[in-house]
């Protein structure tokens, strides 16, 4: 049995993505998200517009959006369907300017009645990054946040290493001991993350919108990305920039009882259509063609193949 490596100097990936997004002058306390990538909230009101048609079709009168940004889905729901009850839960203070009916905070409300949507908030939740390592075990990543070098820490299994972690790996994204280099990102964090969410909606519906992947599609070498002012940068937790990895979404909808689905499925039945308005109108009513035919451009971007439309919903009805 080969020695265990001594200690690194360096952070783990999680405590380095932790400290870069979410640490005292971290990225997400000082960025809007919205100045450095496009989600589907960016991209066209008809985002908003289906989460208002669930709500309402559900029954409910309320929307907790999760990672709130700077409040972007909230206005538009706001604008959309002035009755609905609205609060954002985001670690970034509240916008300046923002409508006073819509509630701001930086903790989960300890209940809820409505529903709750986090886009693109579980790919910012720091993981742990676990790799082959060259002998065949599975131990944890470290990294230089401030270079991006990275070091190979602990094996799994070693008393330093939660068991958890091991737990996890071997149930969602099992390794080979024959292929050094092949790495998981471990998703328990994730499913923790929104399963403390899920578990407070009384009656409900709990979305989690996010790009990732299943079982039969893990990235071998993993999803780590960085962002900054539009463009993908060399990945870095050093807080200039966004660190994202993509969800094991099977892993977060088996802890919370959720349905996987992907968003054009869903927004097609909630009545966001691509397809080219009809050509009569444009003789009939020109301007409302000229409308019609930009709505469905922004429809055919929130459901694209290859694009947003591939994003994955966990979706969880609590009665
Ligand atoms: C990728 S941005 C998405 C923003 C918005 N939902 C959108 O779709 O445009 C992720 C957001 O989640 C926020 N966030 C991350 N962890 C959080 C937490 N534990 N509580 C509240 N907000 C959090 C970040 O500050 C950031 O604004």
Known sequence: MPAVPPPTPHPTWKQAWDAALYGADGFFRREAPAAHFRTSVHASPLFARALATMTREAGLDTVVDIGAGRGELLTALRALDPGLDLLGVEVAARPPGLDPAIAWTTALPEAVEGLVVANEWLDNIPCHVVEVAPDGRLVVVHVDPATGQETLGQPLGHSTVAPSLAAWVERWWPLDAREPGTRAEVGSTRDAAWADVVARVTRGIAVAVDYGHTAQHRPPFGSLRS???????DVLP?????????VAVDAVADRVGGVVRRQRDVLRELGVSGERPDLGLATRDPAAYVRALAGATEAAELTAEGGLGDFFWVVTVRD
């Open 227 to 233: 962002y900054r002012r539009g463009q993908e940068v």
């Open 238 to 246: 050093d807080g200039s920039r966004d660190v994202t990895a993509h």
